[in-house]
């Protein structure tokens, strides 16, 4: 072997020890890179948002990351990225073809963290399910309901429906109706309940209790009495003040009327005729 | 007296040491010892019964107002019987709700209200502060005020402008307390400070008067589940402004 085709050799050698070198420059490059862009996000970005929110966000960023640096380090050794990437290209668009409902709940799951709506013990309403969010994951969030059953709701479902959730206020009205006599002198009778209501350890000094007639039904005057409470107590505030409010108009001696019907006799010459004979056997005896 | 018991030499010390055959009422709230160690504890909503060893200590001590009925703030709101014009730097006296925790070693046993029980809402539904309310007098010197049976003495100092203010908020949930030699309990120095309308009420730790004590419990109470965020934000509101005419100056 001559001088030249050694010096050649070694210029070759050299040439690939410093691509291979460069490419491993590269990739190492990216993995540090990697690597401090996730410590940055545990420091600043995971005290913020819910672990299980976190944790793929984390793996999301961290091997996209990877995957680059791999891909950066491949271009110095000649690989066609080009033909790499079209080929990635066209995974990824049969992947999300294929996966179109479960990337929706993805990003739907992530909208609804960020955008938080509802957070886990919130009783909320969606999507004509009512009761008490157990759990926001990626995909689904779960809702158990008032009597029992735990429901799992797409998130993409949760996000593009009505949301109403009964904590994120900071009161909430109570309100219901009670029916009185159509003898009761109707101020006392409203003085009656609001002073009851500001009684109520639960019922807000501002806004105020308030009752007033709503109607006339048929038996009694029917009085609508309604007071604000802390969202959190709004239905334990409910149930004792419909539980205690009869007791509160006793003592007042204000009577809950039953339900009764006026005969009005048109004739009232003509004595009202009545056939025994037609009421039953009984009756003949 | 703000305080009665059993023997007077309990009322000396804050956190007040319960021994078995004693007991003591403050305003509605009532904490009895009976003679086998066993505490019960009432106020205006309900009872609690305990069974404790009768060489255990137990002790009641004052604790923010925040607890009873409902764990549902770390504020309370003082409104005054009649709004108060209030000039930059000086400093007014009013009256605040507190509870009563008793405990033994470090476990709670009951939370008491001496006082009935009231909320309310200062600013709007979504947006405004749920807190706890009590209706007080409000005087220039502490000595204006009636017997302060069941609640602590608060002081409010205003800086940044003169105002109106018709009550005064502040965040409790890390409040200390005091006690003088009369065992009157003591909020701290509330930090109301005015600035284009918008009032901003601070908890100090200083002490409203020289010579009180600051109350030592051997446990902390548990912190507020509800409103954790909130634990350290000062109560603002919005009020407005009384600008004098020029012609009045």
């Given at each position: 072997?001559?001088?030249?085709?050694?010096?050649?050799?070694?210029?070759?050698?050299?040439?690939?020890?410093?691509?291979?070198?460069?490419?491993?420059?590269?990739?190492?490059?990216?993995?540090?890179?990697?690597?401090?862009?996730?410590?940055?996000?545990?420091?600043?970005?995971?005290?913020?948002?819910?672990?299980?929110?976190?944790?793929?966000?984390?793996?999301?960023?961290?091997?996209?990351?990877?995957?680059?640096?791999?891909?950066?380090?491949?271009?110095?050794?000649?690989?066609?990225?080009?033909?790499?990437?079209?080929?990635?290209?066209?995974?990824?668009?049969?992947?999300?073809?294929?996966?179109?409902?479960?990337?929706?709940?993805?990003?739907?799951?992530?909208?609804?963290?960020?955008?938080?709506?509802?957070?886990?013990?919130?009783?909320?309403?969606?999507?004509?399910?009512?009761?008490?969010?157990?759990?926001?994951?990626?995909?689904?969030?779960?809702?158990?309901?008032?009597?029992?059953?735990?429901?799992?709701?797409?998130?993409?479902?949760?996000?593009?429906?009505?949301?109403?959730?009964?904590?994120?206020m900071k009161a909430r009205r109570v309100e219901?109706?009670?029916?009185?006599?159509?003898?009761?002198?109707?101020?006392?009778?409203?003085?009656?309940?609001?002073?009851?209501m500001?009684?109520h350890?639960l019922c807000l000094v501002n806004p105020g209790p308030e009752?007033?007639?709503?109607?006339?039904?048929?038996?009694?005057?029917?009085?609508?009495?309604r007071c604000w409470a802390p969202p959190?107590a709004w239905?334990?505030t409910k149930?004792?003040l419909?539980?205690?409010?009869?007791?509160?108009?006793?003592?007042?001696?204000?009577?809950?009327?039953?339900?009764?019907?006026?005969?009005?006799?048109?004739?009232?010459?003509?004595?009202?005729?009545?056939?025994?004979?037609?009421?039953?056997?009984?009756?003949?005896? | 007296?703000?305080?009665?018991?059993?023997?007077?030499?309990?009322?000396?010390?804050?956190?007040?040491?319960?021994?078995?055959?004693?007991?003591?009422?403050?305003?509605?709230?009532?904490?009895?010892?009976?003679?086998?160690?066993?505490?019960?504890?009432?106020?205006?909503?309900?009872?609690?019964?305990?069974?404790?060893?009768?060489?255990?200590?137990?002790?009641?001590?004052?604790?923010?107002?925040?607890?009873?009925?409902?764990?549902?703030?770390?504020?309370?709101?003082?409104?005054?019987?009649?709004?108060?014009?209030?000039?930059?730097?000086?400093?007014?006296?009013?009256?605040?709700?507190?509870?009563?925790?008793?405990?033994?070693?470090?476990?709670?046993?009951?939370?008491?209200?001496?006082?009935?029980?009231k909320f309310t809402l200062?600013?709007?539904v979504?947006?405004g502060?749920l807190?706890?309310?009590?209706?007080?007098?409000?005087?220039?010197?502490?000595?204006?005020?009636?017997?302060?049976?069941?609640?602590?003495?608060?002081?409010?100092?205003?800086?940044?402008?003169?105002?109106?203010?018709?009550?005064?908020?502040?965040?409790?949930?890390?409040?200390?307390?005091?006690?003088?030699?009369?065992?009157?309990?003591?909020?701290?120095?509330?930090?109301?400070?005015?600035?284009?309308?918008?009032?901003?009420?601070?908890?100090?730790?200083?002490?409203?008067?020289?010579?009180?004590?600051?109350?030592?419990?051997?446990?902390?109470?548990?912190?507020?589940?509800?409103?954790?965020?909130?634990?350290?934000?000062?109560?603002?509101?919005?009020?407005?402004?009384?600008?004098?005419?020029?012609?009045?100056?």
């Amino acid at each position: 072997m001559d001088g030249g085709a050694l010096d050649k050799i070694l210029s070759g050698l050299k040439s690939r020890v410093e691509t291979i070198a460069t490419s491993i420059i590269i990739f190492v490059a990216g993995l540090l890179l990697a690597y401090f862009i996730r410590n940055t996000m545990r420091r600043s970005l995971k005290p913020r948002i819910p672990p299980h929110v976190y944790r793929p966000i984390e793996l999301l960023v961290f091997y996209s990351l990877l995957f680059l640096a791999g891909v950066a380090a491949l271009y110095p050794l000649g690989v066609n990225l080009s033909a790499l990437l079209v080929a990635g290209g066209f995974a990824g668009i049969v992947i999300g073809l294929a996966a179109q409902n479960t990337l929706g709940n993805l990003v739907s799951g992530v909208m609804l963290l960020i955008e938080q709506p509802l957070r886990i013990g919130d009783p909320v309403s969606v999507s004509g399910v009512s009761g008490v969010v157990v759990g926001i994951n990626v995909f689904s969030t779960r809702i158990r309901s008032w009597d029992g059953p735990v429901v799992r709701i797409p998130n993409n479902t949760v996000f593009n429906n009505v949301i109403t959730n009964y904590v994120r206020m900071k009161a909430r009205r109570v309100e219901f109706t009670i029916s009185v006599h159509y003898d009761t002198d109707i101020g006392k009778a409203v003085e009656v309940l609001k002073e009851f209501m500001a009684n109520h350890p639960l019922c807000l000094v501002n806004p105020g209790p308030e009752a007033f007639v709503d109607s006339y039904g048929d038996s009694g005057i029917i009085l609508k009495v309604r007071c604000w409470a802390p969202p959190q107590a709004w239905f334990a505030t409910k149930v004792d003040l419909q539980t205690r409010v009869k007791e509160a108009l006793d003592k007042a001696g204000i009577k809950i009327p039953y339900p009764q019907l006026d005969l009005h006799l048109v004739d009232q010459e003509t004595p009202l005729k009545v056939d025994l004979g037609k009421c039953g056997e009984g009756a003949q005896d | 007296m703000p305080v009665q018991a059993s023997d007077n030499e309990l009322l000396l010390n804050v956190p007040w040491r319960l021994e078995p055959g004693s007991w003591i009422e403050v305003g509605e709230a009532r904490i009895e010892r009976s003679s086998n160690g066993d505490v019960k504890a009432c106020d205006s909503y309900g009872c609690t019964e305990a069974r404790v060893p009768p060489g255990s200590p137990v002790y009641a001590a004052p604790i923010p107002s925040i607890h009873r009925v409902l764990a549902a703030t770390p504020y309370i709101y003082v409104e005054f019987e009649k709004s108060v014009y209030i000039n930059e730097g000086e400093d007014y006296w009013a009256l605040a709700p507190y509870e009563v925790e008793v405990y033994t070693s470090n476990i709670a046993i009951a939370r008491l209200s001496p006082v009935k029980v009231k909320f309310t809402l200062v600013g709007d539904v979504v947006d405004g502060i749920l807190a706890r309310y009590y209706r007080s007098e409000v005087g220039y010197t502490q000595d204006e005020l009636p017997d302060p049976t069941g609640t602590a003495v608060v002081r409010f100092i205003v800086y940044g402008g003169d105002i109106v203010l018709p009550g005064v908020g502040f965040n409790a949930s890390q409040s200390k307390f005091y006690v003088d030699d009369d065992g009157l309990i003591y909020y701290p120095n509330l930090r109301v400070e005015v600035s284009e309308g918008v009032v901003t009420v601070k908890t100090t730790g200083e002490p409203p008067r020289r010579g009180l004590r600051e109350i030592v419990r051997t446990v902390t109470h548990r912190k507020v589940p509800i409103a954790l965020l909130q634990q350290t934000q000062p109560f603002v509101m919005t009020v407005q402004v009384q600008r004098r005419s020029l012609a009045t100056q």
